[in-house]
């Protein structure tokens, strides 16, 4: 770790210092969304950009990492919404519809979902981003997916079935776009039958 620079404050360890190169590439995104530079994010922090490069390869992967830093406080949010959903079909359609209402909201979540520069889905929908990001979201589900007859693999596979209709929506979100109840609707019509019958056909309240 370098021991000068840093605006005269070095950092104690790797940690931190990673901690501060996260932390000014979320001011960064505040100002101007993800279209920061390696420059910048190094001239905030009074380092020189090879500092910074010795964290982070580039500066999509610096994006990416801010991004997944911050959903955990959206994983946390749509646990709590989800909370009384036990039925496996009715939570995975909660769950698409709740992150797509929320991706307009959440600059974090739309950095790593909405194609573009840093999006999860720049990669591929199966990339391990956006594959570790959708098995967090189905851990946080109050389900028993034991119980439902659902193992690791069948996880897996529904991970990637969840995130290519969410990856589906956000591309093209229809004419008119599907909201609220419509939305619900139509996943429960067409996505709830792949894991089982929901126990009711709109989302809790």
């Known amino acids: 770790m370098r021991t000068h620079g840093w605006s005269g404050t070095a950092p104690a360890d790797d940690v931190e210092a ?24 190094a001239r905030d922090l009074g380092v020189t950009r090879q500092t910074v490069y010795r964290y982070f390869p580039n500066a999509d992967a610096l ?26 079909a009715r939570a995975v359609v909660e ?17 790593l979902l909405t194609p573009g520069r840093a999006g999860g889905f720049s990669a591929g929908v199966t990339s391990d981003t956006a594959l570790t990001f959708g098995r967090s979201i189905l851990e946080r589900f109050a389900v028993d997916w034991t119980q439902a007859g659902i193992g690791d693999a069948g996880l897996d596979e529904l991970v990637e079935h969840m995130l290519r209709i969410v990856q589906s929506f956000v591309i093209d979100p229809g004419r008119p776009p599907r909201r609220g109840p419509d939305l619900r609707d139509y996943l429960t019509k067409w996505v709830a039958p792949a894991i089982g019958a929901p126990t009711a056909p709109s989302a809790a309240d």
Do not use: K
């Open 18 to 41: 990673v901690e501060r190169i996260l932390t000014a590439a979320r001011s960064a995104i505040e100002r101007r969304g993800g279209e920061f530079t390696m420059a910048e994010i």
């Open 63 to 88: 994006l990416r990492a801010t991004a997944i830093a911050e959903t955990g406080r959206f994983l946390d949010v749509l646990a709590e919404h989800l909370a009384g959903i036990r039925d496996p």
């Open 95 to 111: 769950g698409i519809a709740y992150t797509l209402e929320r991706l307009s909201e959440d600059p974090y979540l739309s950095l």
